[in-house]
C-alpha cells in the first residue's frame, strides 16, 4: 500500500513538473516570439512625424489574446464574436437616394455630451473661432452592416475618440430594400463618391476621414485612385485588414486544410446566403445563372457566377485583376494609414506593399503587427469581454490625433501631385 502512494505521489509530481515546463516554455515562447511592437513602413515625412509626434499605440509592443493568438483564430473569433452590449447601437439614420435610383443608409452615432462634437448650426455660432471637429466615415466588410460586432466597437471607439461616427451600409444590407437590380464590390465605388459629396454637403464645418475594413477598405481605395479630387475632401484615410493583392489573396484561401475547408467554405455559405436572399430583386438581370451562383463552394467560384459578371467582369480573375491595389499604392492622394497583420490569411505578410510605401512619394503608412488575423487584433484573457481591443485601441489613437491635429496632416500640393 505505502508504495502504491508512493508510486502516485511520484506521477503526480511528475505531472506538475511537466505541466510547469510546459506552461513555462509557452509563456516564454509568447513573451519572446509573439509580443512584438509593429513595424512601420513610411518613406514619407510628414506622416512619420505625425506618428511619432501624436500616435502612441503602434509605437508600442502588442499583446495578442494568449488562448488564440493564431492568425485564423483570431478571425473567427474577432469577426464573429466580437459582441458587446447593447445589441443594437442607436444609430440615427440617413438614407442617400443614388443617381442611379438606388439607395444606402447612413447609421450616424454621436458622442454623448461631447464639447468636440458640435452640430455645425451651434459652430456658425461662434464666430471667429477656428474649431473643426470631425466625422468618420466607416466602411464595413463583406456583406456587413452597422451593427455587426466589429462595426459597432469601431463605431464606439471612433466615438470615445470625440469624432461623429458614420457607418455606411451598402445596398440591400442593413434592412434598407433594393431600388435597382445592383450590390456592390470590393473594386466599385461609384456610391461610395456620392456618399462623400453627402457627408461634405452635410458636415460642411467639420473635417472628414474614412476607415475602410477588410472589403470597405478596397473600396477605399479604389476610390481615392479613380477620384482624387474628391478624396481630398478627406484629410485622411486608414485601411483596416484589407486585401491588397486579390489575386494572392484569394489563392491563399484556397491552400491548405483549414484555409480551403474551413475558412473559406464558412465565408462561401454566407455569400450564398446572401445572394439567395437578393435573388427575387436581381433575377430580372441576364449576366448570371442562379442555380450555377447558389451551387458555389469557394469564393472563387461566387465571384466567378455573381460578383464578376454583375460589373460587367468575364470570370473571376479579371475582377480580381482589377480590384488589385497593389501597384497602385502611388496613386494615394491624402494620408493613408494602413493597418495589416502578418498572420492574415486573406493576405499574409509577403503579399503586403512593403516596397510602395517606402518608395519616394507614397503617402502611406503601413503598420504590420505579427500577430492580429483578419480584423481580428484581440487581446487580453478574456476579450470577447471588452470593447476595446487592440484595433479599437489604435482607432482611437489615430481619430483622436487627427480630430486634435489634422492640420499636421494636410498635405501641399507638390505632395498630393498623382
Known amino acids: 500500500m505505502a508504495e502504491w502512494n508512493i508510486s502516485n505521489a511520484v506521477s503526480f509530481s511528475m505531472a506538475i513538473l511537466i505541466s510547469t515546463i510546459a506552461l513555462a516554455g509557452f509563456v516564454t515562447y509568447y513573451f519572446v516570439f509573439v509580443c512584438k511592437k509593429p513595424k512601420i513602413y513610411c518613406n514619407n515625412a510628414q506622416l512619420k512625424m505625425f506618428i511619432e509626434k501624436h500616435l502612441k499605440v503602434v509605437t508600442e509592443k502588442y499583446y495578442p489574446a494568449p488562448l488564440y493568438f493564431e492568425g485564423r483564430l483570431q478571425t473567427f473569433i474577432g469577426v464573429l464574436q466580437r459582441e458587446i452590449k447593447p445589441k443594437l447601437l442607436p444609430y440615427s439614420r440617413d438614407i442617400v437616394h443614388l443617381q442611379d435610383g438606388g439607395q444606402l443608409a447612413l447609421d450616424v452615432l454621436e458622442p454623448s455630451n461631447h464639447e468636440n462634437c458640435k452640430s455645425d448650426e451651434s459652430l456658425m455660432a461662434c464666430n471667429g473661432q477656428s474649431e473643426k471637429p470631425l466625422v468618420v466615415l ?44 445592383r450590390l456592390f464590390s470590393a473594386s466599385n465605388c461609384e456610391d461610395l463618391a456620392e456618399v462623400v459629396d453627402y457627408l461634405h454637403k452635410k458636415f460642411p464645418l467639420h473635417r472628414i476621414m474614412a476607415i475602410g475594413i477588410s472589403m470597405g477598405g478596397m473600396q477605399l481605395c479604389h476610390f481615392m485612385i479613380k477620384y482624387p479630387e474628391k478624396a481630398k475632401r478627406l484629410v485622411a ?17 484556397e491552400s491548405g486544410f483549414l484555409n480551403k475547408f474551413i475558412l473559406n467554405r464558412a465565408i462561401t455559405g454566407n455569400l450564398v446566403h446572401y445572394a439567395r436572399m437578393f435573388r427575387k430583386d436581381l433575377d430580372s438581370r441576364d449576366c448570371w445563372d442562379f442555380d450555377k451562383i447558389l451551387q458555389s463552394k469557394t469564393i472563387c467560384q461566387f465571384d466567378d457566377t455573381f460578383t464578376g459578371p454583375q460589373f460587367g467582369f468575364p470570370n473571376a480573375e479579371a475582377y480580381y485583376m482589377y480590384s488589385r491595389v497593389s501597384g ?14 502578418a498572420d492574415d490569411p486573406f493576405q499574409p505578410g509577403k503579399y503586403l506593399p512593403v516596397e510602395e510605401a517606402l518608395a519616394n512619394g507614397s503617402n502611406l503608412a503601413l503598420i504590420v503587427s505579427e500577430y492580429g488575423g483578419h480584423v481580428g487584433f484581440l487581446e487580453g484573457f478574456l476579450p470577447l469581454t471588452k470593447r476595446i481591443n487592440y484595433l479599437e485601441r489604435i482607432v482611437i489613437d489615430i481619430v483622436q490625433a487627427i480630430r486634435i491635429h489634422g492640420e499636421d496632416l494636410v498635405l501641399t500640393d507638390k505632395e498630393i501631385e498623382i
Open 237 to 253: 484615410a486608414m485601411l483596416v485588414s484589407i486585401i491588397w493583392d486579390t489575386i494572392d489573396g484569394l489563392k491563399n484561401l
Open 138 to 181: 466607416l466602411l464595413p466588410g463583406l456583406t456587413s452592416s452597422s451593427q455587426e460586432c466589429y462595426m459597432k466597437t469601431v463605431s464606439l471607439a471612433i466615438t470615445q475618440a470625440g469624432a461623429i461616427a458614420v457607418a455606411l451600409n451598402n445596398r440591400g444590407i442593413g434592412g434598407v430594400d433594393i431600388k435597382t437590380p
Open 328 to 341: 497602385r499604392v502611388d496613386k494615394f492622394p491624402i494620408p493613408v494609414f494602413g493597418l495589416s497583420a
